[in-house]
Nanobody
Framework: QVQLVESGGGLVQAGGSLRLSCAAS????????MAWFRQAPGKEREFVAV????????SYADSVKGRFTVSRDNAKNTVFLQMNSLKPEDTAVYFC???????????????????WGQGTQVTVSS
């Protein structure tokens, strides 16, 4: 099983940027479908973005499309989430997750992922 550790969260003003990292150990990120989810207080965990193990294609939630970019660095065994033009509604705990799944639709459901990081807080002030 893969172990995941997120970092890079913090407090930023609206319109600012952050880059989250998800460092993996135990397995290579390129052999997993790697996703980002977020959970705001009182809300369910929601899909943000995914990068597929092969061929490395990506998919995004409509709410972040055009602002967020998911990528991976195989040499560093790390997945990144570059977040630009941040909005107060992006405030949440962000989690990375890993598994080997079949379709994008399946990857959008957090219940289908078996490995999770501990999360990193992102707070966007208005």
């Amino acid at each position: 099983q893969v172990q995941l550790v997120e970092s890079g969260g913090g407090l930023v003003q609206a319109g600012g940027s952050l880059r989250l990292s998800c460092a993996a150990s135990g397995r290579t990120v390129s052999s997993y479908d790697m996703a980002w989810f977020r959970q705001a207080p009182g809300k369910e965990r929601e899909f943000v973005a995914v990068i597929r193990r092969s061929p490395g294609s990506t998919s995004y939630a409509d709410s972040v499309k055009g602002r967020f970019t998911v990528s991976r660095d195989n040499a560093k065994n790390t997945v990144f989430l570059q977040m630009n033009s941040l909005k107060p509604e992006d405030t949440a705990v962000y989690f990375c997750a890993a598994d080997r799944l079949s379709t994008i639709a399946v990857m959008k459901n957090p219940a289908n992922f078996g490995s999770w990081g501990q999360g990193t807080q992102v707070t966007v002030s208005s």
